[in-house]
């Protein structure tokens, strides 16, 4: 492993902030960290950077214990979501600063500002002036400064987190396109789930300072750890249930669940592509409450007599007006027993 965390603790005033962190980034491999604000994310990139000294635990990095090692030593590159590039200095200038910083000659520096320029995506911008760039440019730029020391680790601190919706959907597909073809190991910290499942290998959910779940997109989006990460990851439709065989009892009445699925008191999760829209007089009846366009589809918001609130999701010619009466049938294919 390139990086392990062995039960790595940051206190702050007696509050475990990071509590007995366990986690481990091979190389190569591109790891996101998520979760919602105040749960450890950033705290966690600043103790692997040596900017947050731990409280307990280990920082490992290629096999060395970190313990006492200064940031500036540790052959990591630290992006954070301010950019934090040097105004008095031109874009070149701001590429160079950390091979300046490890002694590498003028003409060598010169032809990798370039080189790495070009990667990111802006050929021939070395004498650009910091304020004429645009927030996408900036966030090039301190990229490029980050990878011209060429760090074994890569950490990035929101990377994308200033920046507008289809500015932010561009650039991740780019970062997971540069990441792949330089081989470079990442460790980044986001809020925003989207950003996190395109751009990462494994995903890394947190919750007050722990490690909630750990899998690879795919694993994390299909089946959520438990309630907290279902939510988290914007899926509404979590209700207690008791299960017994392949049926669970819960508000919304009898569900199907999966074969296997883990009996007893449970939570369940039916994502809102498993919510079938049916006549009025068939399954659970609901009223349309409000639709909200995705853009890809329409979550339709219903509300049956008694229980709570269900969401749909349907393709936007087939959404009901709010008001009107449907009913409503459950996929067991889309429906979860969490653990």
């Given at each position: 492993?390139?990086?392990?965390?062995?039960?790595?603790?940051?206190?702050?005033?007696g509050r475990a902030v990071l509590d007995a962190v366990a986690l481990d980034?091979?190389?190569?491999?591109?790891?996101?960290?998520?979760?919602?604000?105040?749960?450890?994310?950033?705290?966690?990139?600043?103790?692997?950077?040596?900017?947050?000294?731990?409280?307990?635990?280990?920082?490992?990095?290629?096999?060395?214990?970190?313990?006492?090692?200064?940031?500036?030593?540790?052959?990591?590159?630290?992006?954070?979501?301010?950019?934090?590039?040097?105004?008095?200095?031109?874009?070149?200038?701001?590429?160079?600063?950390?091979?300046?910083?490890?002694?590498?000659?003028?003409?060598?520096?010169?032809?990798?500002?370039?080189?790495?320029?070009?990667?990111?995506?802006?050929?021939?911008?070395?004498?650009?002036?910091?304020?004429?760039?645009?927030?996408?440019?900036?966030?090039?730029?301190?990229?490029?400064?980050?990878?011209?020391?060429?760090?074994?680790?890569?950490?990035?601190?929101?990377?994308?987190?200033?920046?507008?919706?289809?500015?932010?959907?561009?650039?991740?597909?780019?970062?997971?396109?540069?990441?792949?073809?330089?081989?470079?190991?990442?460790?980044?910290?986001?809020?925003?789930?989207?950003?996190?499942?395109?751009?990462?290998?494994?995903?890394?959910?947190?919750?007050?300072?722990?490690?909630?779940?750990?899998?690879?997109?795919?694993?994390?989006?299909?089946?959520?750890?438990?309630?907290?990460?279902?939510?988290?990851?914007?899926?509404?439709?979590?209700?207690?249930?008791?299960?017994?065989?392949?049926?669970?009892?819960?508000?919304?009445?009898?569900?199907?669940?999966?074969?296997?699925?883990?009996?007893?008191?449970?939570?369940?999760?039916?994502?809102?592509?498993?919510?079938?829209?049916?006549?009025?007089?068939?399954?659970?009846?609901?009223?349309?409450?409000?639709?909200?366009?995705?853009?890809?589809?329409?979550?339709?918001?219903?509300?049956?007599?008694?229980?709570?609130?269900?969401?749909?999701?349907?393709?936007?010619?087939?959404?009901?007006?709010?008001?009107?009466?449907?009913?409503?049938?459950?996929?067991?294919?889309?429906?979860?027993?969490?653990?």
């Open positions: 492993m390139l990086l392990s965390l062995d039960e790595a603790t940051v206190r702050f005033g980034v091979a190389e190569h491999e591109v790891v996101c960290v998520l979760g919602p604000s105040g749960s450890g994310k950033s705290t966690l990139l600043r103790a692997v950077a040596g900017l947050q000294p731990l409280s307990g635990g280990r920082v490992v990095l290629g096999g060395r214990d970190q313990a006492g090692v200064p940031a500036h030593r540790r052959g990591v590159g630290l992006m954070f979501q301010d950019h934090q590039l040097f105004p008095q200095r031109d874009v070149g200038a701001n590429v160079a600063f950390g091979l300046r910083m490890h002694g590498v000659a003028k003409g060598e520096r010169d032809a990798e500002v370039s080189r790495l320029l070009g990667l990111v995506g802006l050929p021939g911008a070395a004498r650009r002036a910091v304020a004429s760039l645009s927030g996408g440019e900036q966030q090039r730029v301190a990229l490029a400064r980050a990878l011209a020391p060429r760090p074994r680790l890569l950490m990035l601190d929101e990377p994308l987190g200033q920046l507008d919706r289809s500015l932010r959907e561009r650039l991740v597909v780019e970062l997971r396109e540069l990441f792949g073809r330089l081989g470079t190991t990442v460790l980044a910290v986001t809020h925003d789930q989207s950003e996190a499942f395109a751009l990462a290998d494994r995903v890394v959910v947190m919750r007050d300072g722990r490690i909630a779940q750990s899998g690879t997109p795919l694993e994390v989006w299909q089946r959520p750890a438990d309630a907290f990460v279902a939510r988290f990851l914007g899926f509404e439709n979590v209700v207690p249930a008791t299960v017994a065989g392949t049926a669970a009892d819960s508000p919304w009445g009898k569900l199907p669940v999966p074969d296997g699925s883990a009996q007893g008191r449970r939570t369940v999760l039916v994502r809102p592509a498993g919510v079938r829209l049916v006549s009025a007089d068939q399954g659970l009846a609901c009223t349309v409450t409000a639709r909200t366009f995705k853009g890809t589809h329409v979550a339709v918001h219903l509300q049956p007599a008694d229980g709570p609130r269900v969401e749909a999701a349907c393709p936007l010619r087939d959404a009901p007006e709010p008001g009107a009466s449907v009913g409503v049938e459950f996929d067991v294919a889309e429906t979860v027993v969490l653990d």
